[in-house]
């Protein structure tokens, strides 16, 4: 039989139907999977395939000071992003505008990192683009595809240097900071607060970003603004953060301080903790980290020798030296060893012998035999020496924590150093080993007048001397935004005792160390100290406040390598006078140098350096003047 | 008197999948994002006149002068696809390749449509000329020899999807042609042998299995050895067969079995067909108005991929019209190379029949990732001038085997 006979043709032509739609069958079951089956899930990609999610950063709360007045707010600057639908292209594009937008191929290697992360949202490539380059791409968009521009919420700082330590500065956070989730809620690309009130207070001050969708073709070009109102986000601004600063006071504390010196001014009213001012010398412009800072300006701001992005204030630690004494004068009486007319057993001869050391005063000729009243006056350190013997050392320390010269101030900015204070006489046989044999009473004597194993921030100075300041003995914790609510303790001393001391700090100021300080029509009562330094020449303090009657204000400051502390009283009691009678009236004039200072003696090598906190790197100093 | 007229249905089907495939080609230019496919569905307008013209011409052409022409047929299309691996250049999705004819720069068109037709005609001169089926593979060898040669030119090219269309020609013919199935499945083997080697327990039971399969068929003594020993030998070559793939054809058989594997190279063009077809739905998202296609993710649109433009814009419902349409075709074939009035003709229909059922299954298969991607058009949809041209010529030649079988009264009793 042939092939071609009909018969067998038609059971093949039968067959063949059979298979052709059966295979036809099969793909319609293939389609109907997909279409009907799998629709939903394929719609949904169909959308994020098309739709390109475009971050809405939320402005970033602004910050004011007590009268409302902006010390942080935000403009309008614009950054440069690109979508890209893969490394290559955006590393094409990249290199193309690589001149344009000064980019090397660091810059490059960071922003195709940045890509990897987040492949489907636009890149950013330049936040706080020039205008000028700005409008540059936008003409050259069609060589530039994905081209995204932006505007977003730039960080300004009108008051530049004045108050940078207390805002601290915003940058982008870091690939580490996104990888760990150390700040929750923040995303790649998210500006953060780096420190001062920024980082303390980011969660209030961040809001919350907002996202628009842009549709793009599958090479990532934008196609068109997606403006369906239900899938915009608005971005929230974050909240105002209201401070305790009065910006008019801190302005003139950055000005009255001493130009091209280091050390810190903080000033607080002693009833409530408010911290009107905090001012820390060198400062730095917070605008320099905004948009990015270069990394010459950042080795220069970080290894610069005087290390202008430390906070002083609240971060160094000094001997607190004289103004010390009134915390051994505190515990004494508290104790009942001694009242404001105590005289000790050995009148000041410029010095003392204990043990088979001499232990000097800083005044050589001697002050004679002195009350308790008048040895705080001259700041005579034969008198204290003698007291602290009475206190014993044991009582020194504990009195001394119990006044909380061992603990943090509590104010609210990051990165407060601890004070270096002993809790107890342990810490000695710790560290040196046994007591007469490794280290000597002598150490009573220096922590008596506040050198020593004693480092103390200004912070935790000026909190103490609010203590001194209020009717009761006790303050709360200094604060810049919201207190701590940490519990008042008092200093234990009845109201007329604190009276009493805070009379003979107003003689300090009237006729004794700080006079040359003193200023007309306000009664300021303080106490000024000059700690030795074994790094360099000795660094000056002054904690005062006023008036004497019911103080308002107490201000502390330190000036290193200042030599004398009366020279710093002078800052002191004009920023006092300052904010007691307002802007309008003519700062007192410091009238002259009656009396030398109270320098405090030599060291007296008992102990071996052990004040291991982080020490301001001395500075060769020619003997110029502080003030001329 | 003979009453002769028109095959209706076949016009009326080819005609309306014509107008389908233009219309299809035109939304697939609506893009957003403007490019030079916005105006290819006037460029193959121009083509489907051409191809018209040819159609006509094709169906006036004598059957019996057709016959005698073969041989210079195939001659021809030998002779230019060995030009074209010497001068032949790449375009557009196949940039890579050497496909193409042209002279001046102008490209010309593609040898291998045009040699799918002319290997048609071949095979139906070659088999239609046998009074019996051929009884074992010694006696279709001759065939194989007319497929091997133009598989071979085009597989060099390389265009891997066209070379397997050579294939397909190979077995629909033999098995019009009479050849015993379970022949057909011997003849296979080595390639079934080639697809498992790829897993050795796969092909361990594959061979196996054949070798029953010879022993209970009993086919000549050295066919069955021959057959053993070459699946045998393509399941140890598979791998350096496979070394000798280029990377992108290694890529494509991977991403066929797993297109995940790198959605944004290999797969993306699965991916972005299956999101397509996908999200069209039932009804589909409406004419013009697919967004995987408006906004570039959909590759090649005008060509491997218009079927996903219908899937996505017509949904379910209009993908279903389609390959209704396009099965009737086949069907419709299959009914003429039956009522052929002699075995050349019916070979030639039959041989039409399985080309254009090898692109639609492979090419519609393919949108929705059961096939790989091979990237050969979709007749009548797909934009391109050399297989529109083709299958115009086959369309008008198997009008031709209508109308002359119309007579033969014995033949639809």
Redesign the interface.
Same mark, same amino acid.
């Given at each position: 039989m042939?092939?071609?006979h +009909?018969h067998? *043709?038609?059971r093949?032509?039968d067959a063949?139907?059979l298979v /052709?739609?059966l295979?036809?069958v099969l793909?319609?079951v293939?389609?109907?999977r997909?279409?009907?089956l799998?629709?939903d899930? @394929?719609?949904l990609?169909?959308t994020n395939? =098309?739709l390109r999610p475009v971050t809405l950063p939320a402005p970033r709360g602004l910050i004011v000071d007590r009268n409302g007045v902006v010390l942080a707010e935000n403009e309008p600057g614009y950054t440069i992003a690109l979508l890209a639908?893969?490394e290559d292209s955006l590393r094409s594009t990249l290199e193309r505008i690589a001149d344009r937008a000064n980019l090397d191929s660091l810059k490059i290697e960071a922003i195709l990192r940045r890509f990897r992360r987040l492949p489907h949202e636009p890149t950013t490539i330049l936040r706080d683009a020039p205008f000028d380059l700005v409008s540059a791409m936008e003409e050259s968009r069609v060589m530039v595809p994905g081209l995204v521009i932006q505007t977003e919420p730039k960080r300004n700082y009108p008051y530049k240097e004045t108050v940078a330590h207390v805002l601290g500065y915003v940058g982008e956070i870091t690939e580490q900071e996104l990888a760990s989730g150390a700040i929750p809620g923040a995303r790649g690309g998210t500006i953060v607060g780096r420190d001062g009130l920024e980082r303390q207070y980011e969660d209030v001050l961040r809001g919350e970003d907002g996202q628009r969708f842009i549709?793009? $073709?599958? !090479?990532g #070009?934008t /196609?068109?603004e997606v403006l369906d109102g239900s899938t915009l986000e608005r971005e929230r601004q974050g909240d105002t953060l209201f401070t305790t600063l009065d910006i008019g006071l801190q302005e003139f504390v950055a000005d009255v301080f001493p130009a091209g010196w280091r050390g810190a001014v903080v000033a607080m009213v002693p009833g409530t903790g408010e911290v009107l001012a905090l001012y820390s010398s060198p400062s730095f412009d917070p605008n320099l980290f905004v948009g990015g800072m270069d990394p010459e300006t950042w080795r220069q701001l970080s290894q610069a020798e005087d290390t202008p992005l430390f906070n002083r204030a609240t971060e160094g630690r000094y001997p607190p030296a004289s103004p010390f004494k009134l915390a051994v004068a505190e515990s004494a009486l508290l104790r009942g060893l001694v009242d404001m007319d105590t005289h000790m057993e050995t009148p000041c001869e410029g010095g003392m012998l204990y043990g088979n050391r001499y232990f000097r005063c800083w005044k050589a000729d001697g002050h004679g035999s002195l009350t308790l009243r008048e040895a705080i006056q001259y700041s005579c350190d034969v008198y204290f020496y003698q007291l602290g013997l009475q206190l014993t050392l044991s009582n020194l320390l504990s009195d001394g924590v119990d006044m909380g010269f061992s603990d943090r101030s509590g104010i609210d900015l990051p990165h407060e150093r601890t004070p270096l204070f002993p809790e107890s006489i342990e810490y000695f046989n710790r560290r040196y080993g046994q007591r007469g044999r490794d280290w000597t009473s002598g150490v009573t004597l220096n922590m008596a007048i506040g050198q020593g194993e004693n480092d103390q921030t200004v912070i935790n100075m000026v909190k103490f001397y609010a203590k001194l300041a209020n009717p009761q003995g006790r303050a709360p914790d200094p604060w810049l935004v919201q207190g701590d609510g940490g519990e008042e303790t008092s200093l234990g001393l009845s109201e007329q005792a604190l009276a009493d001391l805070r009379e003979a700090l107003y003689l300090v100021v009237e006729e004794g160390t700080a006079v040359g300080a003193r200023v007309e029509s306000v009664r300021i009562a303080g106490k000024t100290g000059t700690a030795q330094n074994p790094h360099g020449r000795p660094h000056g303090w002054f904690v005062g406040f006023a008036p004497l009657e019911d103080p308002k204000i107490v201000v502390g400051a330190i000036v290193e390598f200042a030599e004398h502390g009366s020279t710093v009283a002078h800052v002191v009691t004009n920023i006092i006078h300052r904010y007691l009678l307002g802007p309008e009236v003519e700062p007192a004039r410091v009238i002259e140098y009656l009396l030398p200072s109270d320098s405090a003696p030599e060291p007296i090598p008992i102990l071996p350096d052990t004040s291991r906190g982080r020490r301001i790197p001395s500075e060769d100093v020619s003997g110029t003047a502080l003030f001329r | 008197m003979e009453r002769h007229y028109f095959d209706k249905s076949l016009i009326a089907l080819t005609l309306i999948l014509v107008l389908v495939g233009l219309a299809t080609l035109y939304s697939a230019g609506q893009? $957003?994002?403007p490019s030079a496919v916005s105006k290819v569905w006037q460029k193959q307008l121009v083509w489907i006149g051409l191809g018209i013209v040819l159609a006509v011409a094709s169906f006036r052409l004598s059957p019996r002068l057709l016959e005698w022409l073969v041989p210079g047929i195939y001659a021809a299309a030998i002779a230019l696809l060995a030009m074209t691996l010497f001068v032949g250049v790449g375009a557009g999705t196949a940039a890579g390749t050497k496909s193409w004819i042209s002279i001046f720069g102008v490209r010309l068109g593609q040898p291998a449509e045009l040699a799918k037709l002319a290997t048609i005609l071949m095979l139906a001169r070659m088999l239609?000329g046998?009074? %019996? +089926?051929p009884a074992g593979i010694w006696e279709a060898l001759p065939a194989g020899i007319v497929v091997a040669i133009p598989f071979m030119l085009v597989a060099l090219q390389p265009d891997l999807g066209s070379a397997i269309v050579f294939i397909a020609l190979l077995f629909g013919a033999l @098995?019009?042609?009479?050849l015993k199935p379970s022949l057909l499945l011997l003849l296979l083997s080595p390639g079934i042998s080639l697809l498992l080697a790829f897993s050795t327990i796969s092909w361990g039971i594959w061979i196996v299995f054949l070798t029953g399969f010879i022993l209970l068929t009993r086919p000549h003594l050295v066919e069955g050895l021959a057959l053993w020993f070459t699946n045998a030998s393509m399941g140890i070559l598979a791998f350096s067969l496979w070394e000798q793939l280029q990377p992108y054809q290694q890529k494509r058989l991977l991403s066929f079995l797993n297109p995940d594997v790198d959605p #944004?190279a290999t797969g993306w063009h699965i991916i972005?067909s299956?999101?397509? *077809?996908?999200?069209?739905?039932?009804i589909g998202v409406g004419f013009g108005e697919g %967004?995987?296609k =408006?906004?570039?993710?959909l +590759?090649a649109q005008h060509t491997d991929f218009v079927y996903s433009v219908i899937?996505e814009e017509f949904?379910?419902l209009g /993908?279903?019209a389609t390959?209704?349409l396009?099965?009737l075709l086949? !069907?419709a074939l299959?009914?003429i190379? #039956?009522k052929a009035s002699?075995?050349f003709s019916?070979m030639l229909v039959a041989g039409v029949?399985t080309m254009l059922?090898t692109h639609i299954?492979v090419n519609?298969?393919m949108t929705?990732g059961?096939m790989p991607i091979t990237g050969i058009p979709l007749p009548f949809f797909s934009y391109g001038g050399s297989f529109m041209l083709t299958c115009c010529i086959a369309i008008g030649l198997t009008m031709r085997v209508s109308w002359d079988s119309q007579g033969l009264r014995y033949?639809n009793a």
């Amino acid at each position: 039989m042939t092939w071609s006979h +009909p018969h067998e *043709v038609t059971r093949r032509a039968d067959a063949s139907r059979l298979v /052709v739609t059966l295979m036809f069958v099969l793909l319609a079951v293939g389609f109907f999977r997909i279409q009907v089956l799998g629709a939903d899930r @394929y719609k949904l990609q169909s959308t994020n395939n =098309r739709l390109r999610p475009v971050t809405l950063p939320a402005p970033r709360g602004l910050i004011v000071d007590r009268n409302g007045v902006v010390l942080a707010e935000n403009e309008p600057g614009y950054t440069i992003a690109l979508l890209a639908s893969d490394e290559d292209s955006l590393r094409s594009t990249l290199e193309r505008i690589a001149d344009r937008a000064n980019l090397d191929s660091l810059k490059i290697e960071a922003i195709l990192r940045r890509f990897r992360r987040l492949p489907h949202e636009p890149t950013t490539i330049l936040r706080d683009a020039p205008f000028d380059l700005v409008s540059a791409m936008e003409e050259s968009r069609v060589m530039v595809p994905g081209l995204v521009i932006q505007t977003e919420p730039k960080r300004n700082y009108p008051y530049k240097e004045t108050v940078a330590h207390v805002l601290g500065y915003v940058g982008e956070i870091t690939e580490q900071e996104l990888a760990s989730g150390a700040i929750p809620g923040a995303r790649g690309g998210t500006i953060v607060g780096r420190d001062g009130l920024e980082r303390q207070y980011e969660d209030v001050l961040r809001g919350e970003d907002g996202q628009r969708f842009i549709e793009v $073709d599958a !090479l990532g #070009r934008t /196609v068109r603004e997606v403006l369906d109102g239900s899938t915009l986000e608005r971005e929230r601004q974050g909240d105002t953060l209201f401070t305790t600063l009065d910006i008019g006071l801190q302005e003139f504390v950055a000005d009255v301080f001493p130009a091209g010196w280091r050390g810190a001014v903080v000033a607080m009213v002693p009833g409530t903790g408010e911290v009107l001012a905090l001012y820390s010398s060198p400062s730095f412009d917070p605008n320099l980290f905004v948009g990015g800072m270069d990394p010459e300006t950042w080795r220069q701001l970080s290894q610069a020798e005087d290390t202008p992005l430390f906070n002083r204030a609240t971060e160094g630690r000094y001997p607190p030296a004289s103004p010390f004494k009134l915390a051994v004068a505190e515990s004494a009486l508290l104790r009942g060893l001694v009242d404001m007319d105590t005289h000790m057993e050995t009148p000041c001869e410029g010095g003392m012998l204990y043990g088979n050391r001499y232990f000097r005063c800083w005044k050589a000729d001697g002050h004679g035999s002195l009350t308790l009243r008048e040895a705080i006056q001259y700041s005579c350190d034969v008198y204290f020496y003698q007291l602290g013997l009475q206190l014993t050392l044991s009582n020194l320390l504990s009195d001394g924590v119990d006044m909380g010269f061992s603990d943090r101030s509590g104010i609210d900015l990051p990165h407060e150093r601890t004070p270096l204070f002993p809790e107890s006489i342990e810490y000695f046989n710790r560290r040196y080993g046994q007591r007469g044999r490794d280290w000597t009473s002598g150490v009573t004597l220096n922590m008596a007048i506040g050198q020593g194993e004693n480092d103390q921030t200004v912070i935790n100075m000026v909190k103490f001397y609010a203590k001194l300041a209020n009717p009761q003995g006790r303050a709360p914790d200094p604060w810049l935004v919201q207190g701590d609510g940490g519990e008042e303790t008092s200093l234990g001393l009845s109201e007329q005792a604190l009276a009493d001391l805070r009379e003979a700090l107003y003689l300090v100021v009237e006729e004794g160390t700080a006079v040359g300080a003193r200023v007309e029509s306000v009664r300021i009562a303080g106490k000024t100290g000059t700690a030795q330094n074994p790094h360099g020449r000795p660094h000056g303090w002054f904690v005062g406040f006023a008036p004497l009657e019911d103080p308002k204000i107490v201000v502390g400051a330190i000036v290193e390598f200042a030599e004398h502390g009366s020279t710093v009283a002078h800052v002191v009691t004009n920023i006092i006078h300052r904010y007691l009678l307002g802007p309008e009236v003519e700062p007192a004039r410091v009238i002259e140098y009656l009396l030398p200072s109270d320098s405090a003696p030599e060291p007296i090598p008992i102990l071996p350096d052990t004040s291991r906190g982080r020490r301001i790197p001395s500075e060769d100093v020619s003997g110029t003047a502080l003030f001329r | 008197m003979e009453r002769h007229y028109f095959d209706k249905s076949l016009i009326a089907l080819t005609l309306i999948l014509v107008l389908v495939g233009l219309a299809t080609l035109y939304s697939a230019g609506q893009t $957003d994002v403007p490019s030079a496919v916005s105006k290819v569905w006037q460029k193959q307008l121009v083509w489907i006149g051409l191809g018209i013209v040819l159609a006509v011409a094709s169906f006036r052409l004598s059957p019996r002068l057709l016959e005698w022409l073969v041989p210079g047929i195939y001659a021809a299309a030998i002779a230019l696809l060995a030009m074209t691996l010497f001068v032949g250049v790449g375009a557009g999705t196949a940039a890579g390749t050497k496909s193409w004819i042209s002279i001046f720069g102008v490209r010309l068109g593609q040898p291998a449509e045009l040699a799918k037709l002319a290997t048609i005609l071949m095979l139906a001169r070659m088999l239609g000329g046998r009074r %019996h +089926p051929p009884a074992g593979i010694w006696e279709a060898l001759p065939a194989g020899i007319v497929v091997a040669i133009p598989f071979m030119l085009v597989a060099l090219q390389p265009d891997l999807g066209s070379a397997i269309v050579f294939i397909a020609l190979l077995f629909g013919a033999l @098995y019009w042609a009479g050849l015993k199935p379970s022949l057909l499945l011997l003849l296979l083997s080595p390639g079934i042998s080639l697809l498992l080697a790829f897993s050795t327990i796969s092909w361990g039971i594959w061979i196996v299995f054949l070798t029953g399969f010879i022993l209970l068929t009993r086919p000549h003594l050295v066919e069955g050895l021959a057959l053993w020993f070459t699946n045998a030998s393509m399941g140890i070559l598979a791998f350096s067969l496979w070394e000798q793939l280029q990377p992108y054809q290694q890529k494509r058989l991977l991403s066929f079995l797993n297109p995940d594997v790198d959605p #944004r190279a290999t797969g993306w063009h699965i991916i972005q067909s299956k999101i397509a *077809v996908g999200s069209g739905g039932l009804i589909g998202v409406g004419f013009g108005e697919g %967004h995987q296609k =408006r906004l570039a993710f959909l +590759p090649a649109q005008h060509t491997d991929f218009v079927y996903s433009v219908i899937g996505e814009e017509f949904g379910f419902l209009g /993908v279903l019209a389609t390959l209704v349409l396009l099965a009737l075709l086949i !069907l419709a074939l299959i009914r003429i190379a #039956r009522k052929a009035s002699d075995p050349f003709s019916s070979m030639l229909v039959a041989g039409v029949a399985t080309m254009l059922l090898t692109h639609i299954v492979v090419n519609v298969g393919m949108t929705i990732g059961v096939m790989p991607i091979t990237g050969i058009p979709l007749p009548f949809f797909s934009y391109g001038g050399s297989f529109m041209l083709t299958c115009c010529i086959a369309i008008g030649l198997t009008m031709r085997v209508s109308w002359d079988s119309q007579g033969l009264r014995y033949l639809n009793a």
